[in-house]
């Protein structure tokens, strides 16, 4: 069922967000679909033999579809985007106070619309024009998909928007990763062991430090307690890479149990600050 429901949604996107509307273009991404047997168009009344089909109806059954399914699929997330967009603007501009002011109310204005194709054609409008450095890639990416035929997932959801979103994370957490390497290899000689091990811990300890202490999560965006949850327990955090080769910091209460304490130097989870971020 959900697999015809994304056909159904292919089809919206082209028909709602394109004057010409390129039946070819449109049948060749139906064709793609059904040979990879994501779906069976013949449930929802279009034939894809002899080349033509009725639109008006697949349109009616569209708006239908869109306006009953949608939002159910597809549940708002427009305060959390928006966060995660305002640290992107300002690390994408931060020497021009206006142009960051600019980008954030440029995409402010756009998080609050219903997921879907137009959000996303309003997202790759602003972010084309304000992106720089690792956040550039993450428009042109978000221009191709708000543009693409095959702008649907299996699940309902329109793809680009979730990918967007990633790709913004990952280049928040290279951006951590590139200042923390930065301020902590002064006086490194790779090729001394004793250095690469000072290097090493400074790294990590500003990684955590800067994500734990900071006003706002480094990566995500999100406004937080410097060292605290919203509850006011102590927060430690942890590092991990994921397959993919992403950065994530893992927070957890401070209150965790040591379980294996053995000739420890600290029982509790204790943690050491970077610079001036200190928590
Ligand atoms: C597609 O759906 C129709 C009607 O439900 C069914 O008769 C047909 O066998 C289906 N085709 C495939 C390939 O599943
Ligand atoms: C900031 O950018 C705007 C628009 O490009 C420009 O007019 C202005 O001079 C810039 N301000 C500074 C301080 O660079
Ligand atoms: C790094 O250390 C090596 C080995 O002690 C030394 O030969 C080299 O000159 C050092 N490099 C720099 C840039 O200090
Ligand atoms: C890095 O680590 C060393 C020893 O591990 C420490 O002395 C130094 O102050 C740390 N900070 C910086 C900014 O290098
Ligand atoms: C954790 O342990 C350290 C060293 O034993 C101690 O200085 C610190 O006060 C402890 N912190 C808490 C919250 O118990």
Redesign the pocket.
Known sequence: MFKIQSGILLICFIGSNSTIIDFNEVQKSILQWKNQNLLNLSEIGITTNGGGFDFSDVKNKILQWKTEKLQALCPSNGQQLQNLLNIVCSTSQPTNVTLRDACISCFSQVTSMTEGPQELNALSVCAVQYFTGAYAACATALMALSTSALNVQPSGCFMGYCDFVRCLRTANSVNLITQCTR??R?GVNITIDADNV?FY??VTSCILAKSRCGTFNPITGEPQLPGYTSSGTRVSNALQISETGDLRVLAFSANTPVSNSFCTASTNLTQSNW?TNVC
């Open positions: 301020e902590a002064t000072r811990r400074n610079l």
